[in-house]
Structure formats: structure tokens, C-alpha cells
């Protein structure tokens, strides 16, 4: 239950919120559970109807929304989106009122963090990147993994929004160490995600069960959050969005060039990077990530082990 100072911050507080895609949707209910008052605008307004039934308010543009909120959060698709919503005369950053904050948590370039951070401070405004982790479980759960930076001094004025959302806030820095702390995160999983798809076809191979090997393996040393919870729905064939292929393609590459950037070698990362491009290729950007998998069902089939 909301504590006193809580309830105050979520009373004062009005939230635009601008995405509201497979995660955003999720996020922008559980910050109305909260209490927040949310003020929401989508390029197309019938993808936000749900939304406005359950109490949140449409906003036109970009521009008035920013105007009528005092904390705007931003979860758009590619670095060159959050570019659109923040800068020139119609976005955020030209319109959001002085002493406002803008939070962005789309997995961007730690460079365009740092670039939103100084106009904003420029303009008065507090601005953060806050990319987060945990896809749709995470989002509908209100359990995200957030991955915030920006000014510790100003930190206080959005934890209660954040807390709404997630229940792993950590403050990482100066502007940009958020980004720079989801590429981490991206670069383990992309390793990761491999080593899953392989063991489960391993399993499958040989003739075991492979959701009750996925019983003694996700306990042990080889336990992963994308075991236990993408592992299982590679297994029922299940491989609609949590987080799509071609955003995670994305994230991959702005990990790789900031890595190169700073001599960091990720080979690893780099094939991860080559398969998914080739399930993308293959009709599957638009799925979840964890349709990995069925890439590599077609390499074996092509090894002839149907």
C-alpha cells in the first residue's frame, strides 16, 4: 500500500505517456492502479482505445501532451522515434513546462541519451533514460527491471511512477549509463538466447521430455529468466511478441557500436546478431524473440534430422 509522501507524489502528478505498444499498454494500467492521473497519445488513437475506456485521457500531439503533463514517459520502437518525439518545434522537449520531467525507456543510443539530457537541462527539464527489462510478463506484472540515470538530486520526483511500473529501480549515473546498462543486459541475453534454443533441441534430439528437463536445468547453474520463461513457450510453439525480433535486432546493433567504440570485443553478441537477422529475413521480425527457436529447427532440418 502507498505510504503518505507516495500518495501526495501520485496526487500532484500527471503522467503522458507516448507508446503503447505490447509493454507500454501494461505500464500505463498499472500506473493508473497507482493513482496517476495519465494522459496518453499513439500515432494511431484506436490502438490506444482500451486505454481511454479505462480512464486514461487522449492527447492530439506529442506537443500537447507535453504541455499537460508533469512527468512525460516515452517507450517508442527505434532511436530515430525518440528522436521524432523529443526534438523540434512540435516535441517534447520544445513544449514540456519548466521543472517537468521526461523519462524515456526505450532501449536507445547511450549518445541520444546524453543529447535529450543536455537540451532538456538546457530548457529546464529533468530528463532520464530508463530503458527496462522484463517484457510483457514484466509489464503486466508491474515487475520491470529499470534501469535509470540522470541527476540523483531530482531522482525522488519520478521513483513513485517508476515504482508503479517495476520493483528493480536502480539509479546507474550520469545520462546514458541507463542505455548503457540495458546494452549489458541485451548482450547477455543475445548469448543466452542461443544457448536456450540449442539445449531445448538438444532435449527434443534425444528423445527426452524437454519441459521436464527444463525442471532439473532451470534450477541449477544454467537457470535463466529466458529459460524458465521463453524456454517454455519455445517448447508449446508459442512465439508471439513479449519482445519483438526487429527491435532486438536494434538493440544488438547499438550494442555492437558502442562496444567497438570502446575496443570491447562480442563475438558472441555478433552471432546472435547474424541468426536473428536470418530469422528476420525468413518472415519472423515481427515475432517474439524467442522464435530463435524455430531458426534453428530449420538448420537441423537442413542437416537432415527431420
Known amino acids: 500500500m502507498l505510504n503518505q509522501k507516495v500518495g501526495d507524489e501520485v496526487q500532484k502528478k500527471t503522467i503522458g505517456f507516448i507508446g503503447t505498444g505490447v509493454m507500454g499498454k501494461s505500464m500505463v494500467r498499472n500506473l493508473m492502479k497507482a493513482g496517476f492521473e495519465l494522459n496518453v497519445y499513439t500515432r494511431t488513437k484506436e490502438k490506444a482505445s482500451d486505454l481511454l475506456e479505462e480512464g486514461a485521457r487522449w492527447q492530439e500531439s506529442v506537443a500537447a501532451l507535453a504541455e499537460q503533463s508533469d512527468i512525460i514517459i516515452t517507450i517508442v520502437g527505434y532511436p530515430t522515434d525518440v528522436e521524432e518525439v523529443y526534438f523540434g518545434e512540435n516535441g517534447i522537449l520544445a513544449n514540456a513546462k519548466t521543472g517537468s520531467y521526461v523519462i524515456d525507456m526505450t532501449t536507445s543510443s547511450p549518445v541520444l541519451a546524453e543529447s535529450i539530457f543536455k537540451k532538456a537541462k538546457e530548457a529546464g527539464i529533468h530528463a532520464y533514460d530508463a530503458p527496462v527489462s522484463g517484457g510483457d510478463v514484466g509489464a503486466r506484472n508491474a515487475a520491470l527491471t529499470i534501469m535509470v540515470a540522470g541527476e540523483k538530486d531530482n531522482f525522488e520526483g519520478i521513483l513513485p511512477a517508476l515504482e508503479a511500473m517495476g520493483k528493480n529501480i536502480v539509479l ?38 524437454p519441459k521436464t528437463v527444463l525442471q532439473s536445468i532451470e534450477a541449477g547453474a544454467a537457470g535463466s529468466w529466458s529459460l524458465s520463461n521463453l524456454g517454455t513457450r519455445m517448447i508449446d510453439g508459442n512465439f508471439d511478441p513479449g519482445f519483438y525480433v526487429k527491435h532486438f535486432i536494434k538493440d544488438m546493433k547499438i550494442a555492437i557500436e558502442s562496444a567497438e567504440n570502446m575496443g570491447v570485443p562480442v563475438p558472441g553478441l555478433k552471432l546472435a546478431k547474424e541468426l536473428y537477422e536470418q530469422l528476420s529475413q525468413s518472415g519472423g521480425e515481427n515475432k517474439g524473440t524467442q522464435a530463435l527457436y524455430q531458426y534453428y529447427e530449420m538448420m537441423s532440418k537442413s542437416m537432415g534430422n527431420e
Open 172 to 209: 546507474q549515473g550520469s545520462a546514458g549509463a541507463g542505455q548503457h546498462t540495458k546494452m549489458c543486459n541485451q548482450i547477455a541475453i543475445a548469448s543466452g538466447m542461443m544457448g536456450v534454443c540449442e539445449a531445448i533441441l538438444y532435449a527434443e534430439k534425444a528423445g527426452l521430455d
